[in-house]
């Protein structure tokens, strides 16, 4: 599962979404959709704008977390 962070980087920047969506040059339903982790995709172009407003990284916006059952999956296809 892919682990959403914006909601830990505006915390610790002490930013509101409301700042980000306005610095970002983004709708503030993207970022509401983002930071309450409720989107399914995400455009290049929406992430290369988070990037340049928070100076980060793609990966410090997202993570890899194995899901205990994909994890199986997957053995079980190499078997």
Same mark, same amino acid.
């Given at each position: 599962?892919?682990?959403?962070?914006?909601?830990?980087?505006?915390?610790?920047? !002490?930013? /509101?979404?409301?700042?980000?969506?306005?610095?970002?040059?983004?709708? /503030?339903? %993207?970022? +509401?959709?983002? =930071?309450?982790? /409720?989107? %399914? !995709?995400?455009?290049?172009?929406? +992430?290369?704008?988070?990037?340049?407003?928070?100076?980060?990284?793609?990966?410090?916006?997202?993570?890899?977390?194995?899901?205990?059952?994909?994890? !199986?999956?997957?053995?079980?296809?190499? =078997?």
């Amino acid at each position: 599962m892919i682990k959403n962070n914006l909601s830990i980087i505006l915390g610790s920047k !002490r930013m /509101k979404m409301s700042e980000l969506a306005e610095m970002a040059g983004l709708n /503030k339903n %993207t970022v +509401l959709n983002l =930071y309450h982790d /409720k989107s %399914t !995709r995400i455009e290049f172009e929406v +992430l290369n704008k988070l990037c340049a407003a928070l100076d980060c990284q793609p990966g410090d916006l997202f993570e890899y977390v194995p899901d205990k059952n994909e994890h !199986r999956d997957f053995l079980g296809d190499l =078997y």
